[in-house]
Structure formats: structure tokens, C-alpha cells
């Protein structure tokens, strides 16, 4: 048996088990030993052939890879995680080095430390003609994500999403949207919107700002105020992270849908990885809790039929919970 390194065991310790005996590719399943290897099987799965774009962003930072996931649909981009250096990211440096054409881009969303200089030396030294990394950061997280905005450069007049930077989990739901809709995601405080994404909502003029979470995360004050920064404000909120992740699968997406993806909604690096992905295939991620839900089952009687994916291993979307899915869709 494999050990999985998730964002919850890095942040808390806790180990998880894969009880798939080895990696797995299937119809319906992408799984790796770890998250690393899982989104380099994503990557893969999402582009058959070789690519003019990577991003790369932290396994154990949330915020880099959530933000650098909107720019998956514009560079037809696959996205893999990266450790601290280059020692720590052999997945990705494999990746890139199998799959990535000459004269291709490397998007690194990380600050030096995050993943050091050694990751860029590494890539430079990969064999691949011409090849570019591009690293792209702010002073804190609410800069980097204005500066991966700038980098997406969607049409004045569009649409931004407002997300906690705090959790993730909302913003997540909604990343695979995000992505295929050249829409920024923009993270703020509870009660205060930073300066830089004021500064930036003036210049873009968004016609449509959708809130991703409850007023527990991103108060009235924060609506309110984006109210003065476009005329139509749209908060998406549930119960918990997996209802949030529901109404967002209803509201944007309605009975419009050909494949559904899935990934547990207790941490993000499956999801984050997968969002390029579902993107391309114009599909929303649906989180899954890990014990039974007789809610999901309802929830998916209305998609019989169509395609679906799931990403990560046993440990984390359990096959009980494949089985719901599969009864459910097949």
C-alpha cells in the first residue's frame, strides 16, 4: 500500500492510504500514489498530446493553484504540482520534460519560496529547446491573484469571481467554470476587499462579480461594496462546501451537462489539478464528502447518462462513493 500526501495530511499530519495497489487509469478513475503523481496522471488523461503550455504551482499551497487554475482554457494548459524544489518535484519536472514542445511555457504560480530557483534550473536543463518559465506572484495572495488576472487579460466588461482567502473549498467548486469562462478569480478578507483588487474591479468593469460562499466568509459589507463596482452582484452559497457545490453545478451549469467530475471536498490538490482538465471538457467539479449522501444520489438522477471522472484514489473518494456515482450515471 501506497501513502497519499494530501493537503490535510500537510497541514495536520494525518496520513491517508491508498488502498489501490498501484496507480490507476481508468474510464472513470484517475489516481496516483499521491497528489503529485495524480496530477501528473490528470495531466496526461486532459492532453493526449504534446503541449505549448504547463502550469505549475505548489502541492501544499492552496491559493497558488487555485488562482493559476483560470488559465488552463486560455493557454490550453494542463496543470501539475510541484514541491519546495526541484528534488521534491520529479512528477512534474517528468511531465513537463515527456510532453512539453519546444519553445513551450512553463506558468510557475509560485514565489521563490514556494518552489525555489532550483525548479526553474531543473526545467532548464530538461533537454527542451527554447523553453520559457514564466513565474508570475504577488507580495501576498490577494496580489498574485491580481497578477494572474493581468496574465489571464479577459475582456473588460466581463466576469470576476470573489472568493475567501481563507478556504478554499467554494472557490474550487467553481474553478472548472472560471477557467472555461476566462473569468479571474479574486480573493479577499471577510469584511475588508484589499486595495489592489478594488484598483483592479475599477479597470476591468465587470458587468457580472459572482461571490462564491456565505456571509461567514465574505461579509454583506464586501457585497455591498462590490455593488458600487458592477451592477450585477450574485452571491452562489449552500449549507456546507458540498451543498455550495451543488447550487453552483445548478445555477451555472442547469441540465446542460455531458460529463460531471468529482473530487473529495476535504482538500484540494485532486480538485485543483483536475480543474484544467474538466475545463476542457466543459465540465463542473462536484466535491464529494467521504461517508454516504443521500443527497448526492439526488442531486445525480438528474445527469443519467452522461460522462464522468473521478479524481484521486480511494483514500479520498472512498469506492463507496464511486459506486454512488456510478449507479447513479450509468
Known amino acids: 500500500q501506497a501513502e497519499v500526501r494530501t493537503f490535510a495530511e500537510l497541514k495536520s499530519g494525518k496520513i491517508y492510504i491508498n488502498s489501490l495497489g498501484s496507480p490507476k487509469v481508468d474510464k472513470h478513475r484517475l489516481a496516483g500514489y499521491d497528489l503529485y503523481e495524480t496530477a501528473r496522471m490528470i495531466a496526461e488523461a486532459a492532453q493526449a498530446n504534446r503541449v505549448d503550455n504547463v502550469i505549475v504551482a505548489p502541492g501544499d499551497n492552496w491559493y497558488d493553484a487555485l488562482l493559476g487554475s483560470v488559465l488552463s482554457k486560455k493557454y490550453n494548459a494542463p496543470i501539475v504540482l510541484a514541491g519546495r524544489g526541484a528534488k ?5 519536472l517528468d511531465y513537463i520534460k515527456n510532453s512539453l514542445n519546444q519553445g513551450g511555457n512553463v506558468y510557475l504560480i509560485a514565489n521563490p519560496n514556494e518552489i525555489n530557483n532550483s525548479f526553474i534550473t531543473a526545467v532548464s536543463n530538461l533537454g527542451i529547446a527554447n523553453v520559457n518559465v514564466k513565474r508570475i506572484y504577488g507580495t501576498n495572495m490577494d496580489n498574485t491573484a491580481v497578477e494572474v488576472a493581468k496574465t489571464l487579460n479577459p475582456s473588460v ?21 472560471a477557467a472555461a469562462n476566462s473569468a479571474p478569480i479574486l480573493i479577499t478578507s471577510i469584511d475588508t476587499l484589499p486595495s489592489t483588487v478594488v484598483d483592479y474591479l475599477q479597470t476591468l468593469k465587470p458587468k457580472k462579480v459572482i461571490i462564491v460562499g456565505g456571509t461567514g466568509i465574505i461579509s454583506a459589507n464586501i457585497e455591498n461594496k462590490l455593488k458600487t463596482l ?3 452582484v450574485i452571491r452562489y452559497a449552500g449549507q456546507d462546501r458540498y451543498d455550495t457545490s451543488r447550487i453552483i453545478l445548478e445555477k451555472l451549469y442547469g441540465a446542460n451537462v455531458n460529463d460531471l467530475c468529482f473530487a473529495y471536498g476535504g482538500n484540494y490538490p485532486d480538485a485543483l489539478a483536475g480543474s484544467a482538465y474538466a475545463a476542457a471538457k466543459g465540465a463542473p467539479i462536484l466535491l464529494v464528502a467521504p461517508g454516504m449522501d443521500e443527497t448526492l444520489k439526488s442531486v445525480l438522477s438528474k445527469y443519467k447518462g452522461v460522462n464522468y471522472t473521478v479524481f484521486g484514489g480511494t483514500a479520498v473518494v472512498s469506492d463507496g462513493i464511486f459506486q454512488v456515482i456510478k449507479g447513479s450515471l450509468e
Do not use: F
Open 88 to 92: 521534491d518535484s520529479q512528477q512534474a
Open 157 to 177: 466588461g466581463g466576469t470576476v469571481i470573489i472568493a475567501s482567502n481563507k478556504i478554499y473549498p467554494d472557490a474550487l467548486s467553481i474553478s472548472s467554470y
Open 230 to 232: 458592477s451592477s450585477n
